[in-house]
């Protein structure tokens, strides 16, 4: 009886107490009429807004809105199903498949049957943007990255409709895929396409699309750099960075700019959370313009090939090659047969032009090459033995099979300069000349002449070696049938056996 007579007491404080708070919060909240309300009311301080100041913001206001309006219905949320298959567990069939099954087969003769794999439905989602019309098809613009290999795509307007996808082709060195989807709706608006080379730091940019799901968002920044590398791996493209908030889900989407054109494809961001940190990047426009025609004509990218592999060449090798004050790429390796030596280029040519214009860097180069179409004749400006020469070359369309086969790459490996640092990493005395071997192509004339990665190269043929450029003049000789190499390697000099040409 006492201990539930406490109880009540507790029970009555606690509700006093919350009656008394409540009242107090309900007091402060709400206002009293009269002279105190007055009195606090003229007790701020309000500095107007110039006219002016809103004019302006509101000039700025309609400007988003317009920009918003325009480019809003041209975007589009894509929902991807891609089935994948992933190994059976590893111990699945334990102890059968190392001893005897129930079948009555040891493992050994049950190696050859296929592994089982076990399939599951992987949903995805992204952005893009409709580009293209022809008769009741439209085409939409994305990345490779967010439509993969997809068993399902579902196309989702601005207003909500949605469409059956497909997969018309994809392409992982631009990181670019379009889908197309059907539709006797004559008035789903097109984007309008930029042109990304007239882009510069400092840019209003707007990044449209489905960031983390949420449909038809727009967000401002403005252009941080141009021309920015990094990325997924094998990607070919230069990129636009912005400040403009990019999230996953914008993947796929158009970086806009203040004229309601596409000026860039939303790809990836750089971040230590995961979410926007205003380092967000865009593929140019104009590295895709080209990828939209040929996904719609063939399914697939068509790439020029010129036949070349192309390296940077940092100031020491540009001083051995005698070359000064130029921006370029090194043409460090020819494909035998290819457009490249057809045209009469070779291994050390300093290539420092395209159709008379400028080569600023060897991914500029590479993209330039790829985007020549099949059978074009085009120029390059050549640096060779301290001279320019003009060559001319037939491109040719590049096949993975060709490019991705070793044995017609010559010489084989990247030759490197003996500075300071090598001769210390790799224990060479000052005395030796020569070059380094580094970077051996599989199946190359290289690897079928017994070289390694770290051999020190110090005469071609019986001629030494006194820098850079006597190792490409050797080795470009058309008069000789066969070419061999005095390596020195692990302190012993020995010389390879010879490559017939």
């Known amino acids: 009886m006492k201990r539930t007579t406490k109880k009540m007491g507790k029970l009555l404080l606690l509700s006093l107490g919350a009656f008394l708070t ?4 309900v007091l402060c909240c709400t206002r009293v009429p009269g002279s105190a309300q007055t009195a606090f009311a003229d007790s701020l301080d309000v500095t107007p807004i110039p006219q002016e100041a809103i004019t302006l913001l509101e000039g700025m206001q309609s400007a988003n809105r317009a920009v918003a309006a325009a480019v809003l219905p041209t975007v589009v949320t894509l929902d991807v199903v891609e089935t994948k298959t992933v190994p059976s567990t590893p111990l699945e069939g334990f102890p059968w498949f190392f001893f005897q099954g129930p079948d009555g087969k040891k493992g050994e003769e049950r190696s050859d049957e296929k592994p089982r794999g076990r399939e599951y439905r992987a949903e995805g989602l992204g952005s893009g943007v409709i580009v293209r019309k022809t008769g009741t098809t439209y085409y939409v613009l994305t990345n490779q990255h967010v439509v993969g290999s997809a068993t399902e795509i579902r196309v989702k307007l601005f207003n909500e409709r949605e469409f059956t996808g497909k997969l018309i082709g994809g392409d992982e060195r631009k990181d670019i895929a379009l889908v197309s989807f ?43 750099a141009v021309g920015r590398s990094g990325g997924p791996n094998n990607n070919i493209n230069d990129f636009i960075q912005t400040d403009a908030a990019i999230n996953q889900g914008n993947s796929g989407g158009p970086l806009v700019n203040i004229y309601g054109e596409i000026v860039g494809i ?3 961001i750089a971040s230590s959370t995961g979410g926007s940190q205003g380092l967000g990047f865009s593929i140019p426009i104009n590295n895709v313009k080209k990828a939209i025609d040929d996904f719609i004509k063939t399914g697939k990218i068509k790439y020029g090939w010129l036949g070349v592999s192309l390296s940077s060449a940092n100031q020491i090798m540009l001083d051995e090659l005698g070359i000064t004050n130029t921006r370029g790429a090194l043409a460090s390796q020819i494909f035998i047969g290819s457009p490249a030596e057809k045209g009469g280029m070779i291994p050390g040519d300093f290539v420092i032009s395209l159709n008379g214009i400028n080569v600023r860097s060897v991914d500029q180069l590479v993209r330039d090459v790829g985007d020549l179409e099949n059978g074009e004749t085009v120029t390059f400006g050549v640096i060779r033995q301290g001279k320019e020469e003009t060559l ?14 070793a044995s017609k790459l010559w010489p084989g490996f990247i030759p490197i300069p003996l500075t300071d ?9 000052k005395d030796v ?35 850079l450029s006597d190792f490409y003049t050797y080795i470009s000789d058309k008069s000789v049938k066969e070419t061999w190499y005095d390596i020195l ?3 012993q000099t020995v010389s390879t056996i010879r490559y017939k040409h």
């Open 421 to 429: 640092e090598v001769r210390k990493e790799a224990k060479i005395s």
């Open 22 to 25: 409540f009242t107090l919060v």
């Open 266 to 268: 939303n790809s990836w």
């Open 433 to 467: 000349k020569g070059v380094l071997v580094y970077g051996i192509q599989a199946k190359s004339p290289a690897a079928v002449m017994g070289m390694q990665s770290g051999d020190i190269i110090t005469a071609v043929n019986d001629k030494k070696i006194k820098k």
């Open 489 to 491: 390697r692990e302190g």
């Open 392 to 405: 001319t070359v037939r491109i040719e369309e590049r096949n993975e099979s060709l490019v991705s086969d």
């Open 182 to 224: 059907e539709s006797n709706d004559k008035n789903i608006p097109l984007a309008k396409i930029g042109d990304s080379q007239t882009v510069q730091a400092g840019d209003i940019v707007f990044a449209v699309g489905a960031p983390l799901g949420y449909m038809s968002s727009i967000t401002q920044g403005i252009v941080s």
